[in-house]
């Protein structure tokens, strides 16, 4: 795709995204195992493969924007196949983390993630050019999500992170790391329609 119709499309994916409109955004595979109290989901998913920068965990779910440019910058074409990405969705978001592969690397904030389109990972992923940005390949894991709308700020972050694991203290089910953030719409979406998700790895 040359580069005047890739941001054409990327474009109209944002605007679509305006409105809810997630269609054509590529999205980690995952089943739902089991549904908990206040719609709380237990979810498996595949494997797959993100590129990453440490955050500094700035504002409820967006992150700073230092970190989406970098990203941005390596679908863009700052990678070494010279190569533009289609956007996935979601952008993850994480606090700070335990040493394990899934978000690997400790950041001072946490970090920022894209997940890549499956037939970029399948085919290898080109590495990055511009430092502090990384490749990571995720395992199959399970993941309890809880899923919320409206605008994200801290105290909402924090009280969805509340329910999420309280419902899981109830459950008995062990968590591996802190919560993190998954939000699947631009941040200039309509916030009744928006998907925003808490979420956080389960142990064993």
Known sequence: MDRLAYYAVTLFESVLGVVGIRT?????????????????????YEARVA???DARGQGGGQGDGEAF??????????????DRIA????????????AMTVPV????????RFFLPHAVA????????????????VPPERIAALRFSGRITPEARAE????????????GKATAAAPFFMGYDPPF????????????????
């Open 160 to 171: 969805q992170e509340r329910i999420l694991t309280g419902v899981l203290a109830s459950a």
């Open 69 to 82: 440019g970098r990203l941005f910058r390596y679908i863009t074409g700052a990678n070494r196949a010279g």
């Open 24 to 44: 054509f955004y590529d999205q980690p595979r995952y089943a739902v195992v089991e549904r908990l109290d206040r719609g709380v989901e237990i979810r498996a």
């Open 51 to 53: 590129v990453e920068t």
């Open 87 to 98: 956007m996935t969705a979601p952008v993850e978001t994480g606090g700070r983390r335990i």
């Open 105 to 112: 690397e400790q950041g001072a904030g946490g970090t920022m």
């Open 122 to 137: 399948d085919a290898g992923a080109p590495e990055p050019t511009e430092a502090g940005v990384r490749l990571v390949r």
């Open 189 to 204: 979406a309509i916030p009744f329609l928006r998907r925003n998700e808490v979420a956080v790895r389960l142990g064993e």
